[in-house]
């Protein structure tokens, strides 16, 4: 059965996690809209999280006025995935971590040998 949890606490849950990620590591995230949504695209609907943009691996010199990138966590999905509100903190920490680290280029094979598949 989902965790029922306020939108405001999951908001909060969310915060938590990139206040939780090291200062030499969040302060190089420019550019970069973090939001959270209700539920993931038609197109994947069991996506936990999203990030879409260009990762800085990626680039160049000619990087200038393109739109922010986005990192979004699908709320429902995550409440689903979950037993607890425990298992809500550590899943939203997981999938906000994921989702940075695709931010700086990490791909998902690497992300799954840290443990943050």
Do not use: K, W
Request: with cysteine.
């Amino acid at each position: 059965m989902p965790v029922t949890m306020s939108e405001e606490r999951f908001a909060a849950l969310v915060e938590q996690a990139l206040d939780d990620i090291p200062d030499e590591l969040s302060s190089l995230i420019e550019n970069c809209l973090i939001v959270v949504d209700d539920d993931a695209p038609a197109d994947d609907p069991d996506l936990l999280g999203l990030y879409d943009g260009i990762p800085l691996t990626e680039r160049g010199m000619d990087y200038s006025g393109y739109l922010p990138d986005t990192i979004h966590i699908f709320r429902r999905n995550i409440l689903a995935a979950c037993d607890t509100e425990t298992d809500v903190v550590e899943e939203v920490y997981i999938t906000v971590v994921h989702e940075v680290a695709h931010f700086f280029g990490i791909d998902d094979e690497r992300l799954d040998e840290l443990g943050y598949a």
